[in-house]
């Protein structure tokens, strides 16, 4: 039995395997393939079972999913100088699978830098009410910037949100007071309206009242029967005070009337002189 026949097939058979195995090779759904040959780039192999040249050829895999990258917390000073930490999360892919292997070493990390710049300088050029009101509108130049700057590594920039905006407490406090003070002119406000809408009502219900005196008895008498459901001992009736002042008048002008009526019927009387009564002249006396 000849063993370095065998061992010869066996070595033949391991170095075959090997070879095998390195120009298999399976470019999943989500990726594509960028094919290196003798280091110069000769295509782009799509998913499926693909076979490359061992030590010839190297076939690099590019995923094209949508990539989650948190941006960290930056310090940044707004442009009226108020100081503070925002952190976002931005969404990009790749489009073109040889320039995001050729153009740029790192598309990550280098994604992750121009974001952070990004962030700080955009956000700078904005106020702090602008900052916490205004996000959308960040986000979109955030977004804008860094596809302008990533298109030439084959990567495009989906989506930029400001994630957590951190203020100073003094700064808290202050939008605090700020928010309560609003509130109270917002209060403020409705009630003088409200006063203003009531006032227009109570003086369409006068003029009614004016024109049907006989409404406001039945509002008295609709006024006794709520003061009636608690059961009360005392009633209070109420009474128009401009009509009562009226009628006391006409009452003591009235008493006024009679009174001065009633001397002037007196006073003719009274002045009228009365004869003495006649007197009787005694019977003159005889001497005895």
């Known amino acids: 039995m000849n063993w370095t026949a065998i061992i010869i097939w066996l070595l033949a058979i391991i170095l075959v395997l090997i070879l095998a195995r390195m120009s298999i090779k ?4 989500y990726e594509q393939g960028v094919l290196f ?3 110069r780039v000769v295509a782009v192999r799509m998913p499926g079972l693909r076979f490359i040249i061992p030590v010839v ?14 941006i960290q917390s930056q310090g940044i000073i707004t442009q009226d100088n108020v100081s503070v930490d925002i952190s976002a999360v931005a969404y990009y892919r790749v489009i073109d699978a040889v320039k995001s292997v050729v153009a740029i070493e790192d598309v990550a990390a ?9 962030l700080r300088k955009v956000v700078g050029r904005h106020s702090l009410d602008q900052t916490l009101s205004e996000t959308e509108r960040i986000n979109s130049d955030i977004r804008e910037i860094l596809d302008a700057l990533t298109l030439e590594w084959g990567v495009e920039v ?19 007071r700020q928010a309560e003070a609003e509130r109270e002119k917002r209060a403020k406000i409705i009630a003088a309206e409200g006063e203003a809408i009531a006032a227009v009502a109570l003086g369409s ?8 005196p006989v409404a406001l008895q039945l509002r008295n008498l609709q006024s006794l029967v709520e003061i009636g459901v608690d059961k009360n001992s ?7 005070l401009m009509s009562t002042i009226a009628e006391l008048g006409a009452f003591l002008a009235r008493e006024s009337g009679a009174a001065q009526a009633g001397t002037a019927a007196v006073s003719p009387a009274a002045t ?4 003495p009564p006649p007197t009787t002249a005694a019977p003159p006396v005889k001497a005895a």
Do not use: C, W, Y
Request: charged share 20%; net charge positive; aromatic share 2%.
């Open 158 to 176: 989906t989506l930029v949100e400001l994630k957590d905006i951190q203020l100073p407490e003094s700064m808290k406090r202050a939008m605090a």
């Open 205 to 212: 219900a006068s003029d009614t009242m004016m024109a049907h």
């Open 37 to 39: 040959r003798l280091g």
């Open 272 to 275: 009228t002189p009365t004869a």
């Open 110 to 118: 280098a994604i992750n830098q121009i974001a952070q710049t990004t």
């Open 234 to 240: 005392t009633v209070v009736f109420p009474a128009p």
């Open 26 to 29: 399976i470019v999943r759904q």
């Open 57 to 70: 050829d190297r076939l690099q895999l590019v995923s094209l999913r949508i990539v989650t990258m948190p």
